[in-house]
């Protein structure tokens, strides 16, 4: 089987159509349904069907494409670490959440750039839903990424995940109104902060509000951690915030009496693509100890 044929076909199970895989591969339409054709003969089976105007695959058709998965991540993989023992050098594009950014990759910089001068980094910053795109899409290398506990994350089957840290998440009020207990219905008549581009602390939210029987008035979208505090100092609602990190003298972080809410960090790399060594070097050192639990995070010191 021809893997430019694959590439196609799996593309077509992703986007669903022949014009958008035409688009993104900067084809024409008709070469698309050529190259699915020779596939689908190549194969000896149908791989796809009409549905209304467009096409979609068949079961055989979805198989393949999963098998396209592997097999495409095998080649990636031979063709990125043809010489293992070679210096690693080379661009390594890293996306991800502030956080990990600063908690996971900032650390270690420093001592690659001392070990591998070679490698070097593009950092940008991205919500989970944005990287899972861009790491599908071959437009980042390594993105650090997070879901919770009572919102996990679908990452899909061309990625592939490490768990790096995980830390447990309370409720952020008014140091001055902090109620006695943890009880999350006794903050009902609160507004509510959640993130703005990623919706899992929002389903977290809404989960706990519905096991304490109440629908949380949910006003403020905010990403950064420092701002909202700030909004919790002056009084335009509580949220969920990580226990342990240092925060405003204001702002007191109450441990949840109901479910806990556990945010755990992970690596997100495409399948095939951890050997390539400058992307390896960097996962070495972002890889907590196998042994035992994850570890907590180290949060960084504030900024006077």
């Known amino acids: 089987m021809d893997t430019r044929r694959l590439q196609l076909l799996l593309a077509l199970s992703r986007l669903g159509s022949m014009r958008a895989v035409a688009d993104v591969h900067h084809l024409t339409t008709s070469t698309v349904s050529q190259q699915i054709a020779a596939l689908a003969k190549e194969t000896g089976v149908q791989l796809i069907e009409p549905e209304g105007r467009r096409v979609r695959l068949t079961p055989a058709g979805q198989r393949l494409a999963d098998h396209a998965v592997t097999i495409l991540a095998a080649i990636d993989s031979a063709r990125l670490d043809l010489d293992p023992d070679a210096e690693p050098a080379g661009t390594v594009r890293v996306g991800g959440f502030a956080t990990g950014l600063r908690v996971s990759l900032l650390p270690i910089v420093a001592d690659l750039a001392e070990r591998h001068p070679k490698v070097e980094f593009v950092i940008s910053e991205y919500e989970p839903i944005e990287v899972f795109e861009l790491l599908t899409n071959d437009d980042l290398d390594l993105a650090l ?62 989960t706990l509000a519905s096991l304490a029987g109440f629908t949380p008035r949910i006003a403020h979208q905010i990403d950064s951690l420092d701002l909202v505090e700030d909004l919790i100092v002056a009084g335009f609602g509580v949220g969920l915030l990580p226990i342990g990190r240092p925060t405003h003298p204001a702002v007191t972080v109450l441990p949840l009496s109901g479910p806990k809410v556990v945010l755990t960090a992970y690596a997100a790399t495409r399948r095939g693509r951890s050997t390539w060594s400058p992307l390896r070097v960097v996962l070495d050192g972002l890889r907590p100890p196998q042994d035992g639990p994850l570890p907590r995070p180290q949060w960084p010191r504030p900024v006077a």
């Open 145 to 206: 990424t997070y879901d919770y506990n009572l919102a996990p994350a679908s990452p899909g089957p061309v990625l592939e995940t490490v768990p790096l840290w995980s830390v447990e998440w309370g409720l952020g009020v008014p140091a001055e109104s902090a109620r006695t207990g943890s009880d999350i219905g006794a903050y009902a008549d609160q507004t509510w902060i959640v993130n703005s581009r990623n919706t899992a602390d929002e389903d977290a939210v809404r």
